[in-house]
């Protein structure tokens, strides 16, 4: 091809970069003929970029001053430049060749054919070789490079550069991938040059991310720092950095060591004062927290919500645009589920982590208190059985909880879902029991604080990687003192069907509520059936009482759910109904705490309780939202669901 331009007509003759190495829309770089001067020019935008400098003559061939020497001496490659003065066709160009018996010594790895490419960075490229010499081009002129000169922020001299970089930007605590903004978030037309220059120009801005964040440019500015990984594990950034020379570096030392010390000195009595005061801060916050979820239910404004998140509970905090960054920009393909506190997304964080994102929706009238109470009271908890919380967003109207991802999802979603229940055979079972009960023992007898989950239930319990059982979604739970039994509460929250009938009915509940709700779901692990899927006008209600009239007839085993038939014990099976029977007592005082449930699952040489008529009650004007979607059941997937404020 040529390069040039038609002086009759006006047409000119160039070549456009790709827009990124894998997009080949039209990018910010144009190479082209400038008959004026006789050279070939780069222009980003319109913008003089660089230019090749003035054409000689040397041995009969036609060279250039910035472009490299090697390209230009090696056999067979001729530059020619054309002046066609016809008076019908005025044309000025520029072309490239190469002799055909060299090209297939030169280029054998191509097919033996030469190919000029602007890359969409900037530099041209003959297939695999460089032409160019230049890496970036910053405006304020490289002669020996070639690089053009342009206007230039205040801010900018020639000591700075973009140096790419393993690591990540944190804040002065270490925390986060914090300020990071999308200045043209979703516009599909820009590319990382776009991006180098907004940065650039942008006094505040510290480093941007690289091609692989897509369309849009991700800018980190601030009062942060760049964390170096000297590994190379890390994703790489465009840093800017500024490297004095020796000289500067020898006039600034002796102001800079009395400075440090002067510093030093000042910022030790400092820390100390501060530590001084923070002691009694802390004791006062914790203070607060406790008092405000051991008393009445209320309403928190965001402001209280953002400063307790932030500075209360040591909680990483992650920002809005590492966020949406993880999510696609809250995709809908990210999108697991959702439930009373709003949408749930699959993230990848910027560690290459899988992440779930709970974020409260902004036109729910429910979920302000359920996700402070969350915030607050899962931080301080620490079992390989809870559902581990990563950390937490705050923007504006924005709140977000970020928790660890479970690829298996939830329980209810293999347990009553006839195309998975198969593949939770007996021994997979007993281990989700197990796990389950040793993160209510962790709650109610071994963690720091006293905790009644109050929403314990199939769709809470969540499954990883190896179908290890982990308690999530703490919205509901409550707090109480080491020495507490119970309480009440003039809000009641949670499930029907799971809840004790004395919490139902008048509010009270303990750590006996959350035995009861066990109870109910170990029945619904053995049997494969949920606890309301039973419509019989004459017959049982619910799962407990059909369970409890097997019991009766001395015929438990009909209770099992057929695909354990060839992995089940019969023994082990009745030991496990009658203790979920003895959970299910009317008299919270009639069951056993999860301690004494552990010690009659584990060891079969402890007796049996005598059982009594459990507790099933369900009330006639409760309409069960199962019952209305009996056509099409919807299986929770995501897993961190919360539950319904108002009771069902």
């Known amino acids: ?20 190495s894998d997009d080949p829309a039209s990018g910010v770089f144009t190479l082209e003929w400038e008959p004026k001067k006789s050279r070939l020019i780069i222009k980003r935008r319109g913008v003089p970029y660089w230019s090749s400098g003035l054409i000689v003559k040397w041995n009969n061939v036609l060279l250039f001053d910035n472009m490299n020497d090697q390209y230009h001496t090696d056999q067979g490659k001729h530059f020619t430049y054309y002046i066609i003065n016809n008076v019908t066709d005025p044309e000025e160009y520029f072309t490239y060749s190469i002799d055909a018996k060299y090209e297939s010594l030169l280029y054998p790895q191509d097919g033996g054919r030469s190919a000029w490419q602007l890359q969409y960075w900037g530099p041209i490229m003959d297939r695999n070789v460089g032409i160019t010499e230049f890496g970036f081009c910053y405006g304020y002129g490289m002669e020996d490079e070639g690089c053009e000169r342009w206007n230039q922020p205040k801010c900018r001299s020639h000591k700075q550069n973009f140096q790419v970089r393993s690591g990540r930007f944190a804040n002065s605590q270490g ?54 990984d000297n590994s190379g594990r890390s994703p790489r950034y465009y840093v800017i950095s500024t490297e004095p020379s ?23 009595f400092y820390c100390l004062w501060r530590i001084y005061r923070l002691r009694g801060d802390v004791k006062r916050r914790e ?19 953002e400063n307790d998140g932030n500075t209360g509970n040591n909680i990483k905090v992650f920002s809005f645009a ?35 994102i709970k974020r409260l929706s902004r036109n729910s009238g429910q979920g302000l208190v359920e996700f ?30 970020i928790n660890e991802y479970m690829p298996n999802k939830s329980l209810d979603s293999f347990l009553f879902n006839p195309t998975k229940n198969a593949q939770l055979d007996w021994k997979n079972r007993v281990n989700i029991i197990e796990g389950i009960d040793q993160g209510l023992l962790y709650l109610h007898r071994f963690s720091r604080l006293k905790v009644i989950h109050r929403d314990l239930k199939a769709s809470n319990i969540l499954l990883d990687k ?35 009938p004395k919490y139902a009915m008048e509010g009270i509940f303990s750590e006996k509520s959350d035995v009861f709700s066990f109870g109910v779901l170990m029945l619904e692990i053995v049997s494969g059936r949920k606890n309301n899927s039973f419509y019989h006008v004459n017959g049982p209600l619910n799962l407990v009482g059909y369970a409890w009239e097997l019991w009766q007839r001395d015929a438990g085993q009909d209770l099992m759910d057929p695909n354990l038939k060839d992995s089940c014990p019969t023994h082990q099976l009745l030991r496990f109904i009658c203790v979920a029977l003895s959970c299910l007592e009317d008299s919270a005082a009639d069951r056993p705490t999860i301690l004494e449930v552990i010690s009659m699952l584990k060891n079969e040489i402890v007796p ?6 459990p507790a099933f009650f369900m009330g006639s004007n409760v309409i069960n939202e199962d019952l209305l979607g009996k056509g099409s059941e919807n299986y929770t997937v995501n897993g961190l669901s919360i539950s319904r404020m108002d009771a069902r």
Not at 202 to 208: A, H, I, P, S, T
Not at 325 to 348: E, H, Q, R
Not at 385 to 400: A, P, Y
Request: some cysteine; overall charge positive; aromatic content about 10%.
């Open 1 to 20: 091809m040529k390069l040039g331009v038609n002086h009759k007509t006006g047409r000119k003759w160039s070549l456009t970069s790709w827009l990124a």
């Open 322 to 356: 590492s966020i949406a960054a993880a999510t696609n920009n809250f995709a809908p393909g990210s999108k697991l589920g959702g439930g009373g506190f709003g949408p749930v997304y699959k993230g990848i964080s910027l560690e290459g982590r899988e992440i779930a």
């Open 287 to 305: 203070e607060k927290h406790l008092l405000e979820l051991t008393t009445p239910d209320r309403l928190l404004d965001a402001n209280e919500l």
């Open 608 to 613: 049996l309780p005598i059982l009594k008529k």
């Open 372 to 401: 402070k109470n969350e915030l607050i009271l899962i931080a301080k908890l620490q079992h390989m059985n809870l559902v581990k919380l990563l950390g937490c967003c705050f923007q504006g109207e924005e709140k977000m909880l």
């Open 175 to 228: 925390l986060g991938y914090s300020n990071s903004i999308t200045p043209a978030d979703g516009t599909a037309n820009l590319s990382s040059s776009d991006c180098r220059a907004y940065c650039w120009n942008d006094c505040d801005c510290l480093g941007y991310g690289g091609d692989s964040y897509g369309p849009g440019c991700y800018i980190w500015e601030g009062k942060l720092q760049f964390v170096q």
């Open 246 to 268: 020796n000289k500067e570096r020898k006039k600034w030392i002796a102001p800079v060591i009395a400075t440090a010390i002067l510093v030093l000195i000042f910022s030790a």
């Open 466 to 500: 190896n179908m290890c059982a982990k308690i999530s979604d703490f919205g509901m739970a409550r707090i109480f003192k080491r020495n507490g039994k119970e309480a009440n509460t003039n809000r009641i929250v949670g499930t029907y069907g799971y809840m004790s």
